[in-house]
T-cell receptor
Framework: GIQVEQSPPDLILQEGANSTLRCNFSDSVNNLQWFHQNPWGQLINLFYIPSGTKQNGRLSATTVATERYSLLYISSSQTTDSGVYFCAVNTNAGKSTFGDGTTLTVKP | NAGVTQTPKFQVLKTGQSMTLQCAQD?????MSWYRQDPGMGLRLIHYSVGAGITDQGEVPNGYNVSRSTTEDFPLRLLSAAPSQTSVYFC?????????FGPGTRLLVL
């Protein structure tokens, strides 16, 4: 099956810093999503981005489907950005493969 | 619009017991899925459904059964619980694009 690798596994930032999270995948995909899992375990949709670039406030994402990677950018990080960021890819609708996540800690 | 709801939020079972985790969605989505999340890991797909009456296995289906008699509901059954099934279980529903997750069920099997 498709492999999804996320890097770095852990990231510690000072509040206000910028960061880039990466997701590599091993095969062509129909769908790619980024999620944030907050410290209470809730999974929150950030982006649906099978290709191209999208922005939502301080967050933006870029997927280069032909090169099989996606990047999540977080600018001016805040303590509320802490948690685990997951990349998930679909080859068939309803059937996602998740990476192991990047654990982000933002210190005040 | 409640989105995706899951019950119970927390459950303790003894080895060998059976139980059903409930999942419901009110977004009229065709696709529904069950995942488990173990500590420090991403989510792994257990079973999924592309519509009422249609289900298929994911990456880790052993020990679990599902059925989809209606668009709204997608229950997950543990046939004979084992300590290896201690995990957090997430249900999701999706359109062609975006998956939406329920709040999760924490299951402890002793």
């Amino acid at each position: 099956g498709i492999q999804v690798e996320q890097s770095p596994p852990d990231l510690i930032l000072q509040e206000g810093a910028n960061s880039t999270l990466r997701c590599n995948f091993s095969d062509s995909v129909n769908n790619l999503q980024w999620f944030h899992q907050n410290p209470w375990g809730q999974l929150i949709n950030l982006f649906y981005i099978p290709s191209g670039t999208k922005q939502n406030g301080r967050l933006s994402a870029t997927t280069v489907a032909t090169e099989r990677y996606s990047l999540l950018y977080i600018s001016s990080s805040q303590t509320t950005d802490s948690g685990v960021y997951f990349c998930a890819v679909n080859t068939n609708a309803g059937k996602s493969t998740f990476g192991d996540g990047t654990t982000l800690t933002v210190k005040p | 619009n409640a989105g995706v709801t899951q019950t119970p939020k927390f459950q303790v079972l003894k080895t060998g017991q059976s139980m059903t985790l409930q999942c419901a969605q009110d977004m009229n989505h065709e696709y529904m899925s069950w995942y488990r999340q173990d500590p420090g890991m991403g989510l792994r797909l257990i079973h999924y459904s592309v519509g009422a009456g249609i289900t298929d296995q994911g990456e880790v289906p052993n020990g679990y059964n599902v059925s989809r008699s209606t668009t709204e509901d997608f229950p997950l059954r543990l046939l004979s619980a084992a300590p290896s099934q201690t995990s957090v279980y997430f249900c999701a529903s999706s359109s062609q694009e975006t998956q939406y997750f329920g709040p999760g069920t924490r299951l402890l099997v002793l």
